[in-house]
């Protein structure tokens, strides 16, 4: 019979789920809000890394698109939740360089942030079409938008 381990899979699924749920509603340690959007900023890096090696090298378009969406997923999933205040600080083993002034001026904070945003989408779309040029320049604005909130906002 097939049925026993399509059982087993909605089972692993559904406790997959719960967990899923839990770690959801477990507000996050601050050292743990450092460690992921430090992993995040890093794991943007990289595939701004990749897009940035395709334009001198070999351009290689589904590359390029799918590290474009990895970097816009990230940037639309809710980054903002691992600013606490009082995480300007290091804790519990986890070193940050964020400036406390990011919690000083909430909205020059959300015109960096919506404006990285909209950088980091607008770089998906035209990603997905694979015109070279016009990726080379939302490139640039995209990393403009990463430096700028760098500049106001992460200790040298
Ligand atoms: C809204 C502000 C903001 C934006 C936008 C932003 N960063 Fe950052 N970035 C920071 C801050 C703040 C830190 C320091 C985090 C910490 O130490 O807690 C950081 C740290 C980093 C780090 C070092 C991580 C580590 O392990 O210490 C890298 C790499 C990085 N950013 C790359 C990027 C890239 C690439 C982009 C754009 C695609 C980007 N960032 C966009 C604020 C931002």
């Not at 950088?119 to 079409?129: D, R, V």
Request: hydrophobic fraction near 40%.
């Amino acid at each position: 019979m097939s049925c026993k381990p399509t059982l087993k899979l909605v089972l692993a699924a559904l406790a997959l789920s719960v967990a899923g749920g839990a770690l959801a509603s477990t507000p996050l340690k601050p050292e743990e809000m450092i460690k992921f959007r430090k992993a995040s900023y890093n794991f943007m890096a990289w595939n701004m890394g990749k897009i940035k090696g395709s334009l001198e090298g070999n351009f290689n378009k589904d590359e390029v698109a799918k590290a474009a969406a990895a970097i816009a997923t990230v940037a639309n999933s809710g980054l903002g939740a691992l600013y606490a205040p009082g995480t300007d600080r290091d804790v519990g083993g986890e070193k940050t360089r964020l400036k406390s002034e990011f919690f000083q001026e909430p909205e020059k904070v959300r015109e960096i942030a919506v404006n990285f945003n909209t950088q980091a989408n607008e770089m998906a779309k035209i990603a997905a079409t694979g015109d070279a040029k016009a990726i080379g320049a939302q490139f640039g604005k995209l990393g403009e938008s990463c430096k700028a909130c760098h500049d106001r906002y992460r200790v040298k």
